[in-house]
């Protein structure tokens, strides 16, 4: 991806973090078992639920569909939460490159955590374009809420 460098203390607490999420089948192998898309979805599903419909992703086992799986969650969702992957980086993670799993996973916790801490009031959002809740919902919609 990028040359994030990860040494073994940050990887493992990667995947401490992805134990934390409930998802549908099993981690035997971070690099195959994130390569179409879905168990991506799935945590970020969990972080923001309003973001991700789940109907858009299809297990896969064909590079064409992965590539449409991370295509799809990569223009309707990350793009949602301000940062996209290139398509070097789509090709790496379905591909099953070493590492390239990995370094998605760091930005999107870092991206989590941001958010956490903007929900709360500490710095900005993620976009100009668009804020967004826990719980998914954009922060305008909720303003619009509260006052009536």
Same mark, same amino acid.
């Given at each position: ?10 990887? =493992? ?39 991700? =419909? ?76 668009? =804020? ?17």
């Amino acid at each position: 991806m990028d040359g994030i460098v990860l040494d073994d203390e940050i990887l =493992q607490k990667i995947y401490a973090w992805i134990d934390e999420v409930p998802l549908s089948r099993p981690k035997k192998n971070m690099g195959r078992d994130f390569s179409d898309g879905i168990l991506a979805a799935e945590v970020i599903a969990y972080y923001f639920p309003k973001l991700v =419909q789940m109907h858009n992703y299809s297990s896969a086992n064909s590079l064409t569909q992965k590539q449409y799986n991370w295509g799809t969650l990569n223009t309707k969702v990350l793009k949602r939460l301000g940062f996209q992957l290139t398509k070097k980086e789509i090709d790496d993670i379905v591909q099953c490159k070493p590492g390239a799993v990995e370094e998605f996973l760091s930005k999107l916790q870092v991206k989590v955590r941001s958010h956490k801490c903007s929900c709360l009031g500490f710095h900005g959002s993620f976009s100009n374009r668009l =804020q967004i809740t826990a719980c998914g919902a954009p922060v305008r919609r909720m303003y619009r809420e509260r006052r009536n």
